[in-house]
T-cell receptor, first 111, second 115 residues
């Protein structure tokens, strides 16, 4: 079946640097994508979303890029802070209302 | 806080026990979801309710029984579980299962351990 995956299971960055978390998706019919952040002991928290008619969307310190040609999604975090340490999931919506989640990338921020 | 609460936060049960997980959302949403999160696996959708009607059952074993008495509350009744059912069970809600309104807001989860 179709699946969403992440290139790197763990990403370590220094505080203040920018972070880039990548996600590959395989269903070209997916029209909506979401990034979630999950801290230890908590449920996933919505960060930012993007529709397939866009290629970039910016939030506060976060930017999501969508490349439909290569079916690639990325989350960029500017000036990474210790509080950004968490597991990040991408999710795609196919031609139903069901979200398909990736396995997650752990972001570790060190001083 | 996301406006979605879950109780209990932790639960340990034997294989012969019967227990229930509770979820409540204070967002005025019309759709609610149960997910299972196991280590190193993607979130697995279990059930979806829309306007208190079950619209999705993802081949979940009958030892898991959902109940949605109203649009704000969702239960997951558990009986004769297996140790491999140990996981984090997450509840989520969204405005409605309509295109363009799929942002799901998650509760903190119930960490379930089956002995």
């Amino acid at each position: 079946g179709e699946s969403v995956g992440l290139h790197l299971p763990t990403l370590s960055v220094q505080e203040g640097d920018n972070s880039i978390i990548n996600c590959a998706y395989s269903n070209s019919a997916s029209d909506y994508f979401i990034w979630y952040k999950q801290e230890s002991g908590k449920g996933p928290q919505f960060i930012i979303d993007i529709r397939s008619n866009m290629d970039k969307r910016q939030g506060q310190r976060v930017t999501v890029l969508l490349n439909k040609t290569v079916k690639h999604l990325s989350l960029q975090i500017a000036a990474t802070q210790p509080g950004d340490s968490a597991v990040y999931f991408c999710a795609e919506r196919e031609n139903t209302d069901k979200l398909i989640f990736g396995t997650g990338t752990r972001l570790q921020v060190f001083p | 806080e996301t406006g979605v609460t879950q109780t209990p936060r932790h639960l340990v049960m034997g294989m012969t026990n019967k227990k229930s997980l509770k979820c409540e959302q204070h967002l005025g949403h019309n759709a609610m979801y149960w997910y299972k999160q196991s280590a190193k696996k993607p979130l697995e959708l279990m059930f979806v309710y829309s306007l208190e009607e079950r619209v999705e059952n993802n081949s979940v074993p009958s030892r898991f029984s959902p109940e949605c008495p109203n649009s704000s509350h969702l239960f997951l009744h558990l009986h004769t579980l297996q140790p491999e059912d140990s996981a984090l069970y997450l509840c989520a809600s969204s405005l409605g299962p309509l295109r363009g309104t799929d942002t799901q807001y998650f509760g903190p989860g119930t960490r379930l351990t089956v002995l």
